[in-house]
């Protein structure tokens, strides 16, 4: 199948207009202006991207990933698929330890089978200072143990775990982590400057939601934001939604960082889903124009996103270049996360694309070669 657009972004470069050749499951070639014979497909005007990657994500559909079943994971899965998300992770809150271990094991078969891309756990070894939507009572210091629990648990499908370097234990469990082959990101953390640079030279190598739920900024003190945007290996994800972050932060992170900058959801329960009163993990939520807060403190947790949404903010609202949040949204996570043959429109990665109209909504979602 040849795909012809008015535009395609690859992400490495844009092509105006462009095509695409597509054979089973796999991109074969790509290229500019006309294509080689004629298409089969014709998108004048729609700019053709690759599918996104979202590296946290939460829930979506009404179902989240906390409750560990394969019909929860599918519809969270289906419903982000439907929004341009082709490869997606799915977050952990934080929980029990045995609650996580069950979970866990759980969604590693899907990770298996192919619905999941991996698992993120987000707790529980996070700062009570900042605990935004996790449950106070269960966050704990990280002991070599139970790290080591959860890691097996997960049968190679861990990616990514996040945790306050600052807490007791905190440095080792960012090295135990790493030497799993696992990324470590700062994140729910009270850490200092020099703690988070501590871990960054330990091997973290993320920021989790920069600037949320973590010290901010400050001249004299300026804390883990300054350490992840200065360190030259560092990503940074942004929840580019308008209540997690001001556009201008948004602008100040990615221009910053455009090849270290992912766009992340961290979507709940509710995001293509109706407001209503939801929980994420043990937590109750109350979603009310669209905005996710808990119900007892009204904090903010999570977000109602969609990937598509995301990219429309950073582009249309914060201001940046299509092809620098396109990037953010595909190529870069697939890069944080080491995973192959996603991200980008490229001979032999997976035909996983999006078509987008001039007010860049989803039109139509390729996955693996097929429409969806």
Do not use: C
Not at 28 to 44: F, K, S, W, Y
Not at 163 to 176: I, K, N
């Amino acid at each position: 199948m040849i795909i012809t657009a008015g535009r395609v972004v690859t992400p490495a470069r844009v092509f105006a207009p462009g095509w695409v050749h597509v054979e089973g499951e796999q991109v074969t070639d790509v290229g500019p202006g006309a294509p080689p014979r004629p298409a089969d497909v014709e998108l004048q005007g729609a700019t053709v991207v690759p599918g996104y990657v979202d590296a946290h994500v939460h829930g979506g559909g009404g179902a989240s990933f906390d409750t560990g079943t394969a019909e929860a994971a599918e519809t969270v899965a289906a419903v982000h698929l439907a929004h341009g998300t082709t490869t997606i992770m799915a977050s952990l809150v934080t929980d029990t330890t045995a609650e996580l271990d069950r979970s866990v094991r759980e969604l590693a078969k899907l990770a298996a089978a192919g619905t999941l891309a991996g698992i993120h756990l987000e707790g529980p070894w996070l700062s009570p200072k900042h605990a935004g939507a996790h449950d106070p009572a269960l966050l704990a210091d990280p002991k070599p143990a139970e790290v080591d629990r959860l890691v097996e648990a997960a049968d190679g499908h861990l990616r990514m775990v996040t945790l306050a370097p600052e807490l007791t234990g905190g440095l080792d469990a960012v090295r135990r982590v790493t030497a799993a082959g696992i990324v470590a990101a700062i994140g729910h953390t009270d850490a200092s400057y020099d703690v988070a640079r501590a871990a960054l030279d330990a091997g973290a190598g993320v920021g989790t939601h920069l600037f949320n739920a973590m010290r901010g900024l400050h001249h004299r003190e300026p804390g883990p934001g300054a350490a992840l945007l200065e360190h030259p290996d560092a990503y940074v994800e942004l929840i580019a939604d308008g209540a997690h972050l001001h556009p201008a932060v948004v602008r100040l992170a990615a221009r910053a960082k455009p090849h270290l900058t992912v766009l992340v959801t961290d979507a709940m329960a509710a995001a293509g889903a109706e407001d209503g009163d939801y929980r994420l993990g043990p937590m109750r939520v109350q979603v009310r124009g669209g905005l996710a807060t808990l119900a007892d403190t009204g904090a903010i947790a999570g977000s109602t996103l969609t990937m598509a949404a995301a990219v429309r903010y950073a582009v249309r609202v914060a201001g940046l270049p299509i092809e620098d949040v396109v990037r953010a949204a595909t190529a870069t996570p697939a890069a944080m996360l080491g995973l192959d043959r996603v991200g980008a429109l490229r001979p032999g990665y997976f035909a996983d694309l999006v078509v987008l109209d001039d007010a860049l909504d989803v039109t139509r979602v390729m996955r693996r070669g097929r429409w969806v």
